[in-house]
């Protein structure tokens, strides 16, 4: 079946290092991949996505890439502040109706 | 960005009644509608997708019956849990497709509804 993997589960990092947050997912017919974030009681929040038809975005202190051969994407985050804080949730759009695959979701905590 | 609201945003209920959470977008028009459940530490599951003017189609295991989802109009879905019992406690959450241009859709999701079966 469709599934998306994401690693790691939990991630820990010092305020100003990067973070990566990995995905692979199993649907080839898969084109858009958005990342999510999720504080604590509140609903999750589109922080980037990605389209099949490119490698790579940025904005900011964030980007996200694509590598659609190997079926795996990235989140990366420079420069990390206290406030990235939260749970990372990576995604895959289903090859019918719309919905999305999720990961189970990175816990990053910066550090100050 | 596209903005999704949901309400109420808690609710605490006795075992046996029903409840009813509303989702709405509020600054454009969402042909399809999601509902997910998440519990504690969890990701998200998605329960059923909902489509206006039509029946919602439920993910395997998702009781249609329990779970009552109406699409009535652009911008509104509606999550009824029947006959609500403390298992169905729960962070429920929607989210809106909306579309653009070239196969461009994005999904933005609600607040969130904490429910509480006592």
């Known amino acids: 079946g469709e599934n998306v993997e994401q690693h790691p589960s939990t991630l820990s990092v010092q305020e100003g290092d990067s973070a990566v947050i990995k995905c692979t997912y199993s649907?080839?017919?898969?084109?858009?991949f958005p990342w999510y974030k999720q504080e604590l009681g509140k609903g999750p929040q589109l922080i980037i996505d990605?389209?099949?038809?490119?490698g790579e975005k940025k904005d900011q202190r964030i980007a996200v890439t694509l590598n659609k051969t190997a079926k795996h994407f990235s989140l990366h985050i420079t420069e990390t502040q206290p406030e990235d804080s939260a749970v990372y949730f990576c995604?895959?759009?289903?090859?019918?109706?719309?919905?999305?695959?999720f990961g189970k979701g990175t816990s990053l905590l910066v550090t100050p | 960005g596209a903005v999704v609201s949901q309400h109420p945003s808690r609710v605490i209920c006795k075992s046996g009644t029903s409840v009813k959470i509303e989702c709405r977008s509020l600054?454009?028009?969402?042909?399809?509608m999601f509902w997910y459940r998440q519990f504690p530490k969890q990701s998200l599951m998605l329960m059923a997708t909902s489509n206006e003017g039509s029946k919602a189609t439920y993910e395997q295991g998702v009781e249609k019956d329990k779970f009552l989802i109406n699409h009535a109009s652009l911008t509104l879905s509606t999550l009824t849990v029947t006959s609500a019992h403390p298992e169905d406690s729960s962070f429920y959450i929607c989210?809106?497709?909306?579309?653009?241009?070239?196969?461009?859709?994005?999904?933005?999701f609600g607040p969130g509804t904490r429910l509480t079966v006592l």
């Open positions: 649907d080839s017919a898969s084109n858009y």
């Open positions: 995604a895959a759009l289903r090859n019918s109706g719309y919905a999305l695959n």
């Open positions: 990605i389209r099949s038809n490119v």
């Open positions: 600054d454009f028009q969402a042909t399809t």
């Open positions: 989210s809106a497709r909306r579309a653009g241009g070239g196969g461009t859709d994005t999904q933005y």
